[in-house]
């Protein structure tokens, strides 16, 4: 077969790309060094949020938004400030984004047999003033089937191509160099490494058995990001967030190595933003780990009380689901890496949730009556699993035994408990009235004005230590690696730049590993929704704006 394309990585955009190129009638080879079992990538993991606009999800809640308010709160969290230079593509992409939510986003994957969940989630709901960061309304769209349910159709449109012979699909392909003659990139090699029977997600032999070498009229990179190579994360943290953490855990499985960025930048390519990163600060240890240092996130509503090490209650609007960015610097000035949320049974039964497909078995396949189930009294399954068998969970029927217990699980001794007992009685004192100073309850109660949040995810406003609330919790926080904001400069069409801000011959980018759009459509936040979307959106302009090309 002569390929008209070359297409590195078989994550979500990289599917969406040659699903595309595919439908255009290009003959599309599909290589990934991962066995085909991880086909789909880190979006497989994902819970399948995703952002849109003016939905009929968002008009059945009774919530009002418009391009206008999305706009405006994407420009106040990515807080574009190289607008002439490394923020000049990530500001147009975003621009299109921002106005693909808004219009033909929801179509185009209802068509393809995608439904939603039918409450919207409220993610980062910032805390400053109206043109700040955060989304002002709820805009986070589960999809039905969570990451699984949103790769299964770009999946089904590349294996339907490679029945008809349009796609020629590899794993185990690692591709180490990009060929290049001229300026132009005409190809691939490297190495063909051993077949491996390994599950999703779990670290695959990299033992050499081959070698390769492909020629085609171009060349997309849709490897991903660096969440998986912390000495890379390391080696880019900004300054701005204090020192790197001294130990942090993995989002994303160890295969998510960022190899194809210096790649792409051996062959003229440019990175932009390397100091954009987003890592969350609710991660816990999975009891049950399939990468090396598995880590899940906690997606937590408004309500549990956030320490630092030292028992030190974060200030305003350091609150759970607000600011990950603002909270993840408030927590390494702290000079430690760790920070614990205490809250109630009542709480943790309501507002806990676990980001993953895996985490969330009801969504993921598709039963209703199970979801049903999480109205019911007590945690879900899996956040009760987390309780009995997870390690940075402490349960504990008083607050000295619970205290206890949270310094005997860091063996720091760092916690008095005099001091977060006086914290926690002002707090609940500020319970008694309707009215309040402090700013986290009254987030809480104004949460409780939206629908969804009343039904499914805010508990009741309460005294974290009235007994009838009980047991105590304390969950220790880690620093959980996830996303790569910046990337390859691109285009609108996705064009891979080079230093001069030109267009490298032949070479194209899409998700991650481009900044999901222009080396960073995101800016310095991400308003959440927008990274699976983001591998959709590129994925999906890159490859027909390459197949036109190709015409």
Same mark, same amino acid.
């Given at each position: 077969m002569r390929f008209d394309v070359i297409v590195v990585g078989a994550g979500l955009a990289g599917l969406v790309a040659t699903a595309e190129l595919a439908d255009a009638g290009k003959k599309v080879l599909l290589l990934d060094q991962e066995p085909e079992a991880s086909l789909g990538g880190q979006a497989w993991w994902s819970f399948g949020g995703l952002?849109?606009? =003016?939905? #009929?999800?968002?008009?059945?809640?009774?919530? !009002?938004?418009?391009?206008?308010?999305? /706009?405006?709160? /994407?420009?106040?969290?990515?807080?574009?400030?190289?607008?002439?230079?490394? =923020?000049?593509?990530?500001? %147009?992409?975003?621009?299109?984004?921002v106005d693909f939510a808004t219009g033909e986003k929801r179509e185009w994957l209802y068509n393809m047999g995608v439904r939603f969940f039918p409450v919207v989630g409220w993610a980062e709901r910032g805390g400053y003033l109206a043109d700040?960061?955060?989304?002002?309304?709820?805009?986070?769209?589960?999809?039905?089937? *969570?990451?699984?349910? $949103?790769?299964?159709?770009?999946?089904?449109?590349?294996?339907?191509?490679?029945?008809?012979? $349009?796609?020629?699909?590899? #794993?185990?392909?690692?591709?180490? !160099?990009?060929? *290049?003659e001229n300026g132009a990139v005409l190809g691939v090699s490297g190495d063909i490494l051993v077949p491996s029977s390994v599950a999703r997600g779990e670290a695959s032999s990299r033992e050499k058995i081959g070698d390769f070498e492909f020629h085609s009229k171009a060349v997309m990179v849709t490897s991903g990001g660096i969440g998986g190579n912390h000495e890379l994360i390391? %080696?880019?943290?900004?300054?701005?967030l204090g020192a790197a953490p001294k130990? &942090?855990?993995?989002?994303?499985?160890?295969?998510?190595?960022?190899? &194809?960025?210096?790649?792409?930048?051996?062959?003229?390519?440019r990175i932009v933003n390397r100091d954009r990163m987003w890592h969350y600060t609710e991660g816990i240890k999975n009891w049950g780990p399939v990468?090396? &240092?598995?880590?899940?996130?906690?997606?937590?509503?408004?309500?549990?009380?956030? $320490?630092?090490? %030292?028992?030190?209650r974060f200030p305003a609007p350091n609150f759970p689901g607000f600011d990950t960015l603002g909270t993840l610097d408030a927590i390494m000035k702290t000079g430690y890496d760790y920070s614990w949320f205490i809250l109630t049974q009542k709480i943790i039964e309501k507002e806990f949730a676990l980001?993953?497909?895996?985490?969330?078995? =009801?969504?993921t396949g598709k039963s209703i009556k199970k979801v049903l189930a999480r109205v019911l009294p007590g945690p879900t399954a899996p956040v009760k699993a987390f309780m009995d068998k997870g390690e940075d969970f402490v349960i504990a029927n008083t607050l000295p035994e619970l205290v206890a217990g949270m310094n005997k699980l860091t063996e720091e001794n760092l916690l008095n408990l005099e001091e977060i007992e006086r914290q926690i009685l002002a707090r609940d004192r500020e319970i008694d009235n309707k009215f309040t100073k402090d700013l986290q309850i009254t987030a809480m109660r104004g949460a409780r004005n939206y629908l969804g949040d009343k039904?499914?995810?805010v508990?009741?406003?309460? %005294?974290?230590?009235?007994?009838?609330?009980?047991?105590?919790?304390?969950v220790r926080l880690n620093i959980v690696s996830r996303k790569t904001l910046g990337g390859l400069q691109t285009d609108l069409s996705g064009r891979v730049l080079d230093s001069s801000g030109n267009p490298v011959p032949g070479l194209y980018a899409a998700g991650e590993v481009a900044g999901f759009g222009g080396g960073g459509i995101h800016g310095y936040r991400s308003l959440e929704g927008t990274f699976v979307g983001g591998c959709l959106f590129t994925g999906r302009q890159a490859g027909r704006a390459l197949a036109k090309e190709l015409e």
């Open positions: 952002f849109l606009v =003016d939905s #009929p999800e968002q008009r059945r809640m009774g919530i !009002k938004d418009s391009h206008e308010l999305a /706009w405006q709160d /994407w420009l106040g969290s990515a807080a574009f400030d190289r607008e002439e230079d490394e =923020d000049y593509w990530g500001k %147009k992409w975003a621009q299109a984004y700040g960061h955060g989304n002002s309304v709820p805009r986070f769209h589960i999809v039905w089937g *969570t990451g699984p349910g $949103l790769v299964r159709p770009f999946e089904e449109r590349v294996r339907k191509a490679m029945e008809n012979g $349009l796609v020629d699909y590899r #794993p185990r392909h690692r591709v180490n !160099k990009l060929i *290049t390391k %080696k880019n943290w900004p300054e701005r130990n &942090m855990i993995s989002g994303v499985p160890e295969h998510v190595d960022g190899r &194809m960025l210096a790649i792409s930048e051996q062959a003229g390519g990468w090396p &240092m598995h880590g899940i996130r906690i997606l937590p509503g408004p309500s549990s009380i956030w $320490l630092d090490a %030292k028992g030190r980001s993953g497909s895996e985490q969330n078995p =009801d969504l039904l499914i995810r508990a009741s406003p309460h %005294k974290i230590l009235d007994p009838k609330m009980g047991p105590l919790i304390a």
